[in-house]
């Protein structure tokens, strides 16, 4: 089974424009080359899955079974590994080399994985979106979250509640991002709307599984039109 995922790193946002002057806002991800370093099957690991590598990393930075795994597969030392589960034996052995273009072209639909940008402690109105006290002259409480108990004779905060605290660096999957154009050269994929992180980020692509169709496209969809 070939592979719908590649491993890469965000860049910056940018626009580009369509052939009718269409101007589209995008993010700019590099993708890939991935290096295979593993793959599973279901006769010895008990499912079909393959490891990709990606980035470049210095050797003393790399722990002693790493090194042990990397020389085993044949391969250079990679920053990041993931493992990508596959419905079928995969196509792909170890040492195998894949860029952007062995996996997305222009027109697809993917989903991109990554963390959040950090933004430290937070209050509540910026973590939460809380409303604030009223904002009236002499009042002293526009930005506090108000009371935080349970209005009982034995007052307690509940577990869970949302209160000010560390905001950020939570793993977040943009769905649905069209690929509006393709550098093979450069391994750049440009990507319509936002990407999750800073740029610089670690960031995993691959192709939408829950895709969601316009009214339009459906209608035609559901009649059977094509």
Partial sequence: MSLTTLLGTKREMSQIFNDDGTLVPVTIVEVGPCVVTQVKDTENHGYDAVQLGYGDVKLARVSKPEKGHFKKAGVEPRRYLREVRL????????????????????????????????????????????????????????????????????????????????????????????????????????????????????????????KTYAKADRALRKSGAK
């Fill in 87 to 210: 419905a079928a034996p995969a196509a792909s052995k170890v040492g195998d080399v894949l860029k952007v273009a062995d996996v997305f072209k222009v027109g697809d639909w993917v989903d991109v994985v990554g963390l959040t940008k950090g933004r430290g402690f937070q209050g509540g109105m910026k973590r939460h979106g809380f409303g604030g006290g009223p904002a009236a002259h002499g009042t002293k409480n526009m930005r506090e979250p108000g009371s935080s108990g349970t209005n009982t004779n034995i007052g307690y905060v509940r577990k869970g509640k949302r209160m000010a605290g560390h905001m950020g660096v939570e793993r977040r999957t943009m769905r649905n991002l069209l690929v509006a154009k393709v550098d093979e050269k450069r391994n750049l994929v440009f990507l319509r709307g936002a990407v999750p992180g800073y740029n610089g980020a670690f960031v995993t692509v691959r192709k939408a599984t829950a």
